[in-house]
C-alpha cells in the first residue's frame, strides 16, 4: 500500500519548531507529506505563535494568500483582518490548536478526545507523535538552582513526570512512530536517588504498562548511532541518544536527547542523521541583517546620548585591550551613526551561508525583516558588552571569562570572583556556531551578546530565530520578552525537517513492502 500522507499530533509544542520540521518534508512528488492534525500549548503566547503558523500553511498557496500574509507582517493589516479574508481556513487553524491554550494533565478530557477523533478519522494513514514534555526540572540549570532549595524534592516535582502525559497519548494514538525530544539533563537526572533515564526508556518501550491501556510496544532507536541489533535497539551508552545540531547544518551547539519510537510490528530499520559537510558560524547566518544599536534601561533613551556614551566607552575600551592583546591599536571602535533600535527593511540573499539552509530560512522570504528590534542596556553593561565583543574579536573567537575582565569593568556581584560566575558576559563569536540558545535570552542578554562591538548590544529576537534556524517569515506573537522565550525553548526546525525525512523513509518503506 502506497502512503500519501502522515497523521502528525504534536505536544508541548511551544511555538512550533518540531511541527515547522515535519510539516515542511516533501515526498518525491513535491506534495507535504507529514500533515499536523493537532499541536498542544498552553503558553498563551506561544500558542498565538502556533496558530498564526498554522493558519499561514493552510492559506500559503492559495491565490493572493501569501501576499495577504505579507501585509500582515508589514502591518499593513490586523492579524483579525488577515483571518477574516480565509475564515475558513482560519477557523481550521483554530480546531488544529484547540481554539485555546491547553495543558496536558489539565485539558485531558479535550485533548484526548480530540486525538482519538483524528486517530478514527485518518484510519489506515501512518500517525507520528512528536514533543518534548517542558525540560526545567531536567535541565542542569534547573537542577541547580533546586539544589540550593532545601526544602525540593524531585518526587514533588510534578515536571520530572509530564512524560507520563506523553505515555497516555502514545496508549491513546497507537502511532507508527513517536519522536520525544528533552534536554541532556534527562539523561542523568535522579528522583529518590536513582536515575530516571532508565525508567524512561523502560515506559516509552511499553506504554501500556505504565497506563494501565491497552497499547503496544515500541523499540527506541538513536538517530545518530546505528544499533548493534536493529531489531532489537539496545545502546552501549545513554549518550548516544544525544544528538548535536551543529554537526547538522545548524548554527548552534544545541545537544538534546531525541528518541525515535518505531512500534513493534513495524519490521523495518530507520535511517540515522547524515552529519553536514561544514560547520555553519554565528556570522554567516546573522551577518545580512540590519544593524542596530542597544538601548538605554535607566535612562531616556536618545540617539545622541547613545553614540556619544558608546564613543567615549571605545577610548576606554581600547586602552584596556592594549594591555592584553598587541593587535588592539588597531580595532576600529567608533560606534556607527544613525543606528535604528528596531529595523524591517529587505534584506539579500544569504550568500555566505550554505544553499540548502539559505533556502530554508529564505522560502516564502517576507519583503520586511520580522522580529528585530534590540533591548535596553545600562551603561554599565554597554561598556561590558562593547569590551566583551571587541576582546572575543582580538582573541579569535574566545569569549572572556569574570577573570579576564579588568577590575574597572567587574559588576558588583557577589559571585563574580567565585568562578560560578565566569561567564556571566559572553560574546557569540563571529566564526563559531552559538552556544544553545536558551529562554535565559529572555532575562538580560548577558550570555549573548553580538559580535560586533560597534553595535553594543545582545542579540535581537530575530537574529536568535536565525541561530534556532526559523525561516524569516516565522513570526514570533506575544511581546518582545514573550518572543525571546518561545525562541529558546524551541527545536530547531531545519533539524526537525531533516528528523522528519528520516520518519518518512521509515513509513514508506513499511507501507510500500519494500
Not at 503496544?216 to 545518530?224: A, D
Not at 544528538?243 to 530499520?269: F, W
Not at 536565525?466 to 513570526?475: E, G, I, K, M, V
Not at 526546525?493 to 518518512?504: D, K, T, W, Y
Amino acid at each position: 500500500m502506497k502512503i500519501k500522507e502522515a497523521l502528525v499530533i504534536d505536544l508541548f509544542a511551544g511555538p512550533g519548531g518540531l511541527g515547522e520540521g515535519f510539516s515542511s518534508v516533501e515526498d518525491e512528488n513535491g506534495n507535504s507529506f507529514f500533515k499536523i492534525g493537532v499541536s498542544v500549548e498552553k503558553e498563551v503566547s506561544a500558542h498565538k505563535t502556533l496558530t498564526t503558523r498554522a493558519f499561514y500553511r493552510k492559506i500559503k498557496d492559495l491565490n493572493d494568500g501569501l501576499a495577504s500574509y505579507n501585509e500582515y507582517l508589514s502591518g499593513s493589516i490586523t492579524r483579525q483582518q488577515l483571518f477574516s479574508r480565509y475564515p475558513v481556513q482560519a477557523e481550521e487553524a483554530a480546531i488544529e490548536t484547540l481554539y485555546r491554550p491547553r495543558a496536558l494533565g489539565v485539558d485531558n478530557e479535550v485533548i484526548h478526545e480530540r486525538i482519538a477523533e483524528l486517530v478514527k478519522l485518518h484510519g489506515n494513514c501512518p500517525k507520528i507523535v512528536i514533543g518534548g514534555p517542558p525540560c526545567q526540572a531536567y535541565s542542569l540549570a534547573g537542577r541547580s538552582r533546586n539544589a540550593g532549595n532545601k526544602s525540593y524534592k524531585a518526587e514533588d516535582d510534578h515536571r520530572n513526570f509530564l512524560y507520563r502525559e506523553y505515555l497516555k497519548v502514545l496508549s491513546i494514538a497507537q502511532p507508527d512512530v513517536f519522536v520525544m525530544e528533552n534536554v541532556r539533563g534527562i539523561l542523568s537526572a535522579k528522583v529518590g536517588g536513582e536515575i530516571m533515564f532508565p525508567s524512561i526508556l523502560d515506559d516509552l518501550r511499553s506504554p501500556g504498562r505504565a497506563t494501565n491501556i491497552a497499547s503496544p510496544e515500541y523499540k527506541i532507536y538513536s538517530l545518530v548511532v546505528e544499533a548493534t541489533d536493529p531489531n532489537n535497539p539496545v545502546y552501549q551508552d545513554s549518550s548516544d541518544y544525544l544528538i548535536k545540531a551543529e554537526e547538522y547544518g545548524v548554527p548552534q551547539a544545541r545537544h538534546r536527547v531525541i528518541l525515535l519510537g518505531v512500534r513493534s510490528d513495524i519490521d523495518k530499520v530507520p535511517s540515522t542523521l547524515i552529519p553536514s559537510d561544514t560547520q555553519v558560524s554565528v556570522k554567516q547566518v546573522i551577518n545580512d541583517l540590519p544593524k542596530l544599536r542597544s538601548g538605554f534601561s535607566k535612562r531616556k533613551d536618545e540617539l545622541s546620548a547613545w553614540e556619544k556614551v558608546v564613543s567615549q566607552n571605545s577610548t576606554k575600551i581600547k586602552a584596556l585591550l592594549k594591555k592584553q592583546f598587541d593587535g588592539a591599536s588597531c580595532l576600529d571602535l567608533k560606534p556607527f551613526t544613525n543606528l535604528a533600535r528596531s529595523a524591517s527593511q529587505p534584506i539579500a540573499s544569504l550568500a555566505q551561508v550554505p544553499k540548502d539552509l539559505a533556502d530554508w530560512y529564505r522560502n516564502n522570504a517576507p519583503s520586511c525583516v520580522l522580529n528585530h528590534e534590540t533591548r535596553g542596556h545600562m551603561d554599565s553593561d554597554l561598556l561590558r558588552y562593547a569590551y566583551s565583543a571587541a576582546f572575543t574579536q582580538l582573541s579569535g573567537g574566545i569569549s572572556p571569562k569574570s577573570r579576564d575582565f579588568p577590575e574597572e569593568l567587574a559588576p558588583k556581584h557577589e559571585n563574580w570572583k567565585s568562578g560560578s560566575h565566569a561567564d556571566r558576559f559572553r560574546t557569540q563569536a563571529a566564526n563559531k556556531c552559538a552556544t544553545t540558545v536558551t529562554s535565559h535570552i529572555s532575562k538580560d542578554g548577558h550570555y549573548f551578546i553580538h559580535y560586533d562591538p560597534k553595535q553594543c548590544r545582545s542579540l535581537t529576537v530575530r537574529e536568535a530565530a536565525r541561530l534556532q534556524t526559523f525561516p524569516d517569515n516565522y513570526l514570533f506573537e506575544g511581546n518582545r520578552t514573550q518572543q525571546y522565550v518561545q525562541v529558546g525553548n524551541a527545536v530547531p526546525p531545519f533539524l526537525a525537517q531533516q528528523i522528519g525525512r528520516v520518519v518518512m523513509g521509515l513509513l514508506k518503506s513499511n507501507y510500500s513492502g519494500s
